[in-house]
């Protein structure tokens, strides 16, 4: 992996040519928010989306088996299988429509607040922990590392970082306000 993404910083300015203070609501700064919608155009191209999205699942449940177990169409179903299943990868394909709408709204952060809320609130309705949200994290930055090789930089992985953070916190916050609506501890509680 990482040809394709030989020419990854070859679009960015000089680093002071940046704005570099931090969005105040998701701590992204300018240049962060132009690493992650580059690299994003590159894992999300036409021709590679699908199968990316897929491998991201792979990893996902190969690192963590129980957020395989969350979804009853894919658990006990061997990971070979589900690499080549058509559920599998109209699910990852809508995830990672997700993310991408997440991208495209990075200078807009009260639409990104409010597409990350709508997949909170869908998430703890299926009593998905903030915790498993923060797992996801992990695995999606070993994921970009993945992707793209000796290309992979610290500044990367922070602007991603700070993108998938921001949407964990954004999470929790949802998930106490309907546990707590709903007064009840059915949902696990986590330290993040
Ligand atoms: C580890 C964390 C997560 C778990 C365990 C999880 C689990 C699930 C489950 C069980 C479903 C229902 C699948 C079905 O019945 O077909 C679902 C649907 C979905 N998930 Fe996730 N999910 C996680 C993270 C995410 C993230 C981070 C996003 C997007 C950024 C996302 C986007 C979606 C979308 C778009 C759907 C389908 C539409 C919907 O019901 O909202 N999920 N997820």
Redesign the pocket.
């Known amino acids: 992996m990482g040809s394709i993404f030989s020419y990854v910083f070859s679009f960015l300015a000089p680093a002071q040519q940046y704005d570099p203070t931090p969005d105040p609501t998701t701590g992204l700064t300018q240049r962060d928010r132009e690493i992650i919608a580059h690299i994003w155009g590159l894992a999300t191209d036409k021709k590679t989306l699908k199968s990316n999205a897929v491998e991201f699942f792979i990893q996902l449940f190969e690192t963590y088996p129980h957020?395989q177990d969350?979804?009853?169409?894919f658990k006990d179903k061997p990971l070979d299988e589900l690499r080549t299943s058509p559920k599998m990868k109209a699910?990852a394909t809508?995830?990672f429509y997700?993310?991408t709408s997440y991208v495209e709204n990075l200078d807009d952060p009260e639409t990104l607040v409010g597409l990350v809320q709508k997949?909170a609130v869908?998430?703890v309705g299926?009593k998905?922990p903030a915790d498993?949200?923060d797992?996801?994290r992990i695995v999606f930055l070993n994921f970009v590392k993945y992707l793209l090789g000796d290309q992979y930089t610290p500044e990367i992985e922070q602007a991603w970082d700070k993108l998938l953070r921001a949407?964990t916190a954004i999470y929790k916050q949802i998930e106490e306000e309907l546990l707590s609506k709903k007064g009840t501890q059915e949902i696990p509680k986590t330290d993040i």
Do not use: N, P, Y
């Open positions: 957020i969350r979804f009853e169409l699910h809508s995830v997700a993310l997949i869908s998430h299926r998905i498993d949200f797992k996801l949407q």
